[in-house]
């Protein structure tokens, strides 16, 4: 069964640094676009970023362009998401997900293959 693995979630003060980490087991997304999304107390889960299949295309959310930064390296399938000058606001649980067509530029949430179990964010004040 493929699981995406996740990592590097915790607790940071306001301002902060956290990098997400995201690996799959039991296969390889070399040919999908990978993202992520992040779902916050009493809120809907909303889209994060996503990166294409090649790496060449990243998308963001408008509230995190310019603090957060998608990556990933191809071979091994792993994504990342490097977050930085972090808010209270960004306090969620952070989904990695695979999409579910070969070849694509980006992911949505109708789009999504396979999800993440989800990792923990809080951004203390």
């Known amino acids: 069964q493929v699981q995406l693995v996740e990592s590097g979630g915790g607790l940071v003060q306001a301002g902060g640094s956290l990098r997400l980490s995201c690996a799959p087991s039991g296969r390889t997304f070399s040919n999908n676009a990978m993202g992520w999304f992040r779902q916050a107390p009493g809120k809907e889960r909303e889209f994060v970023a996503s990166?294409?299949?090649?790496?060449?295309?990243?998308d963001y959310a408008d509230s995190v362009k310019g603090r957060f930064t998608i990556s990933r390296e191809k071979a091994k399938s792993t994504v990342y998401l490097q977050m930085n000058s972090l808010k209270p606001e960004d306090t969620a649980v952070y989904y990695c997900?695979?999409?579910?067509?070969?070849?694509?530029?980006?992911?949505?949430?109708?789009?999504?293959?396979?999800w993440g179990q989800g990792t923990q964010v809080t951004v203390s004040s």
């Open positions: 990166i294409s299949w090649n790496g060449v295309t990243t």
């Open positions: 997900a695979v999409g579910s067509r070969f070849f694509a530029q980006r992911i949505g949430q109708d789009s999504v293959g396979t």
